[in-house]
Nanobody, 125 residues
Framework: QVQLVESGGGVVQAGGSLRLSCAAS????????MGWFRQAPGKEREFVAA????????YYADSVKGRFTISRDNAGNTVYLQMNSLKPEDTAVYYC??????????????????WGQGTQVTVSS
C-alpha cells in the first residue's frame, strides 16, 4: 500500500524558514515524479514545486521561485521542500504528491495519483 506522509509544518514569522518532508512507502519512488501543492482557505489547490525523479529536473511556481527548493534523498523515497523568506500568503495546507506517469504537466494535479494527508504551514506577519 502506497503511503505519503508529510511532516515539518508549523507556525513561523514572516521572513522565517521551514522545511517540509514527505516520506513515501509501499514501493520504490526513485523513478516517480514527486511534488508539492498547497491549498489556502477559500482557494483552490495550487502547484508549488515538483521533482521529476531523484536527481532530475525540478519545477517551481513563479510565486515561490528563488525562495523554495525541492530536493530528494538518494533513494528517492523522501522529498523535501525547503521554504525560505516565508510570507503570510504562503499560509496553506501543503500536500505531497507522487506519480509514475512521465507524460503531461507536472504542474497539474491531474498528473498525480498518490497524495499525502497534508501539513499546515502558517506564516504570521
Amino acid at each position: 500500500q502506497v503511503q505519503l506522509v508529510e511532516s515539518g509544518g508549523g507556525v513561523v514569522q514572516a521572513g522565517g524558514s521551514l522545511r517540509l518532508s514527505c516520506a513515501a512507502s509501499g514501493r520504490t519512488f526513485n523513478s516517480y515524479a514527486m511534488g508539492w501543492f498547497r491549498q489556502a482557505p477559500g482557494k483552490e489547490r495550487e502547484f508549488v514545486a515538483a521533482s521529476r525523479w531523484a536527481g532530475g529536473s525540478t519545477y517551481y511556481a513563479d510565486s515561490v521561485k528563488g525562495r523554495f527548493t525541492i530536493s530528494r534523498d538518494n533513494a528517492g523515497n523522501t522529498v523535501y521542500l525547503q521554504m525560505n523568506s516565508l510570507k503570510p500568503e504562503d499560509t496553506a495546507v501543503y500536500y505531497c504528491a507522487a506519480t509514475s506517469s512521465s507524460g503531461g504537466s507536472y504542474y497539474s494535479q491531474r498528473m498525480y495519483n498518490y497524495w499525502g494527508q497534508g501539513t499546515q504551514v502558517t506564516v504570521s506577519s
